[in-house]
């Protein structure tokens, strides 16, 4: 049995089977510590299922202080038009993440559902073509078959966990939506072209892990720091320190 599991032909199967195993520790360990290494990844994703950006009110506390609304305002218009042509460019790697449903279930979870899918396609496989010929396919073949196999299976699980997820689990959040926020550093000190994890929580107060770098150049942003999210920028965020008193500890 494990001369079978362990075979040179289904090492491909036995790590898949480990890092599904890694991650789901990785994502338990991390909740404990308040790391949030599923949102993290969530955040360096790219939109795909893009909703209704919801603006916010350029008169509420979120935009007083020492960034004017104007700017803001057009950080925000920057962002959507930005967000809107990417939509129109998506790749094929894009547009096959979202026929996996990324986006509307937690990267993560996909990734177990795969890994899983294809370490299990593959042992079977293997152990049908043992069972006939007495022999094992080569691994290169027996991969190309599993992860064919693996990804209709994964789409189907996926789209059926977002059915059954809580509503704000599963519903997409468009990163733009993520401008004026404030947010706190968490790990990391940012500083232009060196970006830091920060933590914000959206609409709904649910938490995001987004990396942002300062928006000044020579600034620095270290850890702790307060800062408010001014523009996207790719798969980051720029942002500045926040001055406003009234938006303080809004992202615990």
Known sequence: ???????????????????M????????????????????????LPDFDLPDMDVPDLDGPEFDGDVSAGALQGDLEVASTTTGAS???????????????????PALIILVIFFTGFGLAGYVLQSLVQSVSGWLLPGVVASAAAFAGALPLTRVTALGLSKVMPKEESDAVSRATFVGKPALIVQGHARKGLPAQARLK?????????????????????????VIIVRQAG?????IRNTNETLSGSHD
Not at 25 to 41: C, D, N, R, Y
Not at 209 to 225: K, R, W
């Open 1 to 19: 049995m494990f001369d079978f599991i362990l075979a040179q032909q289904n090492t491909p199967f036995a790590v898949a089977l480990g890092l």
């Open 21 to 44: 195993i890694a991650i789901a520790l990785a994502e338990g360990v991390g909740t404990l510590m308040g790391l949030g290494l599923s949102s993290m990844i969530d955040s360096l």
């Open 87 to 105: 939509a129109a460019g998506q790749g094929v790697f894009s547009q096959m993440l979202a026929w996996l449903c990324f986006g509307r279930v």
């Open 202 to 226: 959206d609409a709904r107060g649910q938490s995001h892990y987004v990396f942002v770098e300062p928006d000044i150049e020579d600034e620095v942003l270290e850890q702790g720091t307060e």
């Open 235 to 239: 798969a980051h965020f720029n942002a």
